[in-house]
Protein backbone atom coordinates (compact mmCIF):
# COMPACT_ATOMS: atom_id res chain seq x y z
CA UNK A 1 0.00 0.00 0.00
CA UNK A 2 0.88 3.69 -1.26
CA UNK A 3 1.50 5.42 2.41
CA UNK A 4 2.45 9.35 2.77
CA UNK A 5 3.12 10.29 6.22
CA UNK A 6 2.65 13.91 7.27
CA UNK A 7 4.68 15.05 10.24
CA UNK A 8 6.59 18.49 11.68
CA UNK A 9 3.40 20.65 12.35
CA UNK A 10 2.63 22.50 15.95
CA UNK A 11 1.91 26.14 16.96
CA UNK A 12 4.52 28.55 16.63
CA UNK A 13 4.46 32.47 16.86
CA UNK A 14 4.13 35.02 14.20
CA UNK A 15 7.45 35.17 12.54
CA UNK A 16 9.04 31.64 13.04
CA UNK A 17 9.70 28.44 11.41
CA UNK A 18 8.41 25.49 10.87
CA UNK A 19 9.97 22.45 8.93
CA UNK A 20 7.40 19.70 7.49
CA UNK A 21 8.14 16.16 6.26
CA UNK A 22 6.54 14.03 4.05
CA UNK A 23 7.68 9.87 4.05
CA UNK A 24 6.71 8.34 1.42
CA UNK A 25 6.49 4.37 1.19
CA UNK A 26 4.82 2.01 -1.07
CA UNK A 27 5.82 3.36 -4.26
CA UNK A 28 8.20 3.98 -6.87
CA UNK A 29 9.65 7.48 -4.85
CA UNK A 30 11.86 9.10 -7.91
CA UNK A 31 8.71 8.16 -10.22
CA UNK A 32 6.46 10.57 -8.35
CA UNK A 33 6.30 14.37 -7.63
CA UNK A 34 5.44 15.12 -4.08
CA UNK A 35 3.45 18.33 -3.48
CA UNK A 36 2.23 20.04 -0.50
CA UNK A 37 -0.96 21.34 0.09
CA UNK A 38 -2.77 23.13 2.94
CA UNK A 39 -6.72 23.69 3.70
CA UNK A 40 -7.56 26.67 6.16
CA UNK A 41 -10.64 26.62 8.41
CA UNK A 42 -13.74 27.33 5.85
CA UNK A 43 -11.77 27.09 2.89
CA UNK A 44 -10.91 25.12 -0.06
CA UNK A 45 -7.58 23.06 -0.15
CA UNK A 46 -5.16 25.08 -1.92
CA UNK A 47 -1.75 23.64 -3.49
CA UNK A 48 1.92 25.18 -1.89
CA UNK A 49 4.71 23.32 -3.85
CA UNK A 50 5.51 20.11 -5.39
CA UNK A 51 9.13 18.81 -6.35
CA UNK A 52 10.23 16.12 -8.83
CA UNK A 53 11.96 13.40 -6.94
CA UNK A 54 13.73 12.33 -9.77
CA UNK A 55 15.20 15.70 -11.15
CA UNK A 56 14.49 18.35 -7.88
CA UNK A 57 12.61 19.97 -10.16
CA UNK A 58 10.03 22.54 -8.19
CA UNK A 59 7.17 24.30 -8.25
CA UNK A 60 5.67 27.06 -5.91
CA UNK A 61 2.58 28.87 -5.24
CA UNK A 62 2.68 32.34 -5.38
CA UNK A 63 1.65 32.49 -1.62
CA UNK A 64 4.77 30.08 -0.97
CA UNK A 65 7.59 32.17 -2.96
CA UNK A 66 10.62 33.86 -0.43
CA UNK A 67 8.87 32.08 2.51
CA UNK A 68 8.96 28.34 1.57
CA UNK A 69 10.96 25.89 0.10
CA UNK A 70 10.55 22.56 -1.01
CA UNK A 71 13.05 19.76 -1.01
CA UNK A 72 13.51 15.84 -1.15
CA UNK A 73 16.10 13.59 0.41
CA UNK A 74 15.73 10.16 -2.41
CA UNK A 75 17.51 8.25 0.00
CA UNK A 76 14.77 9.03 2.70
CA UNK A 77 12.23 9.10 0.62
CA UNK A 78 11.70 12.12 1.98
CA UNK A 79 10.29 15.51 1.03
CA UNK A 80 10.37 18.56 3.07
CA UNK A 81 8.40 22.30 3.53
CA UNK A 82 10.83 25.18 5.58
CA UNK A 83 8.39 27.60 6.02
CA UNK A 84 10.14 30.73 7.28
CA UNK A 85 8.18 33.92 8.59
CA UNK A 86 4.77 32.72 9.28
CA UNK A 87 2.07 34.31 9.04
CA UNK A 88 -1.42 33.96 10.76
CA UNK A 89 -3.45 33.36 7.28
CA UNK A 90 -0.82 30.32 7.24
CA UNK A 91 -2.49 28.36 9.89
CA UNK A 92 -4.35 25.04 7.84
CA UNK A 93 -3.53 21.48 8.13
CA UNK A 94 -0.80 20.79 5.50
CA UNK A 95 -1.07 17.49 3.49
CA UNK A 96 1.39 15.69 1.16
CA UNK A 97 0.30 14.06 -2.08
CA UNK A 98 2.20 12.05 -4.75
CA UNK A 99 1.07 12.29 -8.45
CA UNK A 100 2.60 12.37 -11.71
CA UNK A 101 2.81 15.53 -13.05
CA UNK A 102 4.56 19.03 -12.39
CA UNK A 103 1.77 20.85 -11.02
CA UNK A 104 0.16 21.78 -7.60
CA UNK A 105 -3.44 21.14 -8.55
CA UNK A 106 -4.54 19.03 -6.48
CA UNK A 107 -6.72 17.07 -8.64
CA UNK A 108 -4.07 15.90 -10.08
CA UNK A 109 -2.62 14.23 -7.28
CA UNK A 110 -3.58 9.93 -6.61
CA UNK A 111 -1.82 9.09 -3.14
CA UNK A 112 -2.75 11.49 0.02
CA UNK A 113 -1.11 11.88 3.73
CA UNK A 114 -3.28 12.30 6.86
CA UNK A 115 -2.27 16.03 7.23
CA UNK A 116 -0.68 17.68 10.16
CA UNK A 117 -1.82 20.96 11.55
CA UNK A 118 0.11 24.33 11.78
CA UNK A 119 -1.12 26.75 13.64
CA UNK A 120 0.33 30.19 13.87
CA UNK A 121 -0.24 32.98 16.71
CA UNK A 122 -0.17 36.20 16.58
Known amino acids: DVQLQASGGGLVQVGGSLRLSCVAS????????IGWFRQAPGKEREGVSC????????VDADSAKGRFTISSDTAKNTVYLEMNSLKPDNTAVYYC???????????????WGQGTLVTVSS
Open 97 to 111: AAGPVRETASALYDY
Open 51 to 58: ISSSDGYT
Open 26 to 33: GLAFDDYV
